[in-house]
């Protein structure tokens, strides 16, 4: 009776792992810190050994950090890449785990899963298409659905590296991406914001002028997005997001830097339900490797 | 015997008609000059009456300029909407030439034709998804194709109107468009060249500085549409693109702005083929509506 699917969110500090059916149907989770691939990964499988032994897991999704390559026929399929994190360069997640476990492993980025998760398990989401998954933390990451697949192309999307306005005179913080300097993750993620400011983001008061211009970098790139992929939803999660306020903060900015340009109602006159918080809270990540898990069997 | 196909590329200073079956079997082409709508459209409708008159015209595609309404459901079907150019505004476009010739009818933008064309009659570009179409002329537009499909969503693509760094210490000039200022099309149009530099684009020198700085604006918008869309191929055409170089310039600055992140050999070691002039020429949108109109009947 394989009725379960697992998770694998597998991200830079932790590598969070689930067993459910649904997120109404979430029999188990546990949190494992992100050390070296063997052991990490290792660790990861043994939580779902159990699950294997009864013959309740039908498959597992991985969602996890990047680069990865998606490319089902390149040598190094399911690896993460090119990741400037120590020891988990070409690290070959996808091949342990599935060999580890011998069910089927569906594989994506941690954005495209958590599009994936409040695009297919958020009942108002569907046919909202296309949809976007933006995340605002120690990185910032976009996932993208378009006519119910997720994108992929030459590689995944990288939007978090998109280039946009930087006013030096108005913010002299020259960024702090590794490869771009001031492009959207250099100027807006949560380190980002920590060193620009001296103190961790969570820790400026509401009144704080960093916020303003955190919504306003936020807002370039939503606009950006729009213009491109003229998508009929965009959530916007992660860390950062938890500010009291910000939300409706970019929501306004967009709405300035379009300034009437794509003349539709969606987005002049609703804009609260365009703009919006993830329903899944944090779990849109592992509650879509369940999703990708689940499709995978279907 | 209804083999031929006609199209109509509806432009804001001429309407390009054709009739043809395939790139290689152009029956005949006529120029129009844009006016109002009733006369521009219903001479076009002439164009091809003898055809329908002799029952050889099967169906008609329509590249035109926008904004549009794509919306199938809407009761403004087959309009251009928002346009500033006088008369034009709520212009039936569609529904006018589906009256007067009562055959199918394909409707999209001029770009979005341009990229259909150069997708599906370019033997080399078939599978080279996701494919983006870039003009750069009197306005920029972008058509992109995923999965075989031309992107619609809420509206169209606008990614002429993407937000880029613009350093008003190198390029004091600020912008053109009504509504965004320094967008791109604002900064990186034909007539925004003219009005920076004082003299039409195709009168500065091969090694004037002008060609440098459109190149950066490009390749920030080509880098941009990378990150977002992880496209397979780009084709960049329009009337600016006739510049001898300018081509080669914006490769090299694209590769300079993504730096080495999206670490693929086909962006790496294989530039001359992924950023490409267009194979159809200045016939892109109107081989493009051609093959809509075919499309329409398969």
Known sequence: MRKLFGAIEAGGTKFNCMVATDPNHITEEIRISTTNPTETIEKSVAFFRPYLAKNELAAVGIASFGPIDLNISSP?????????????????????VQQALGIPVAFDTDVNAAAFGEYSWVEANHQLDPF?????????????????????????????????PHDLSQDPFKGMCPFHNDC???????????????????????????????????????????????????????????????????????????????????????????????????????????????????
């Open 132 to 164: 976007v998954y933006i995340t605002v933390g120690t990185g910032i990451g976009v996932g993208v659905l378009i006519n119910g697949s997720l994108l992929h192309g030459l590689l995944h999307g990288e939007a978090g590296h998109l280039r946009i």
């Open 184 to 298: 959207l993750e250099g100027l807006a993620s949560g380190p980002a914001m920590q060193k620009r400011w001296g103190t961790p983001a969570e820790t400026l008061p509401d009144d704080h002028p960093a916020w303003q211009l955190e919504a306003e970098y936020l807002a370039y790139c939503i606009a950006n997005l729009i213009c491109t992929l003229s998508p009929r939803r965009i959530v916007l999660g992660g860390g950062v997001m938890h500010q009291a306020g910000l939300l409706q903060k970019v929501q306004q900015q967009v709405l300035h830097i379009l300034n009437g340009y794509i003349h539709v109602p969606e987005l002049l006159e609703q804009m609260d339900n365009y703009i919006v918080s993830p329903s899944l809270g944090n779990r849109s990540g592992m509650l879509g490797a369940i999703a990708l898990a689940k499709q995978l069997m279907e």
């Open 76 to 96: 190094t399929y399911g690896y993460i890449t090119t990741t400037p994190k120590p020891g988990w360069r070409m690290a070959d997640i996808y091949g342990q």
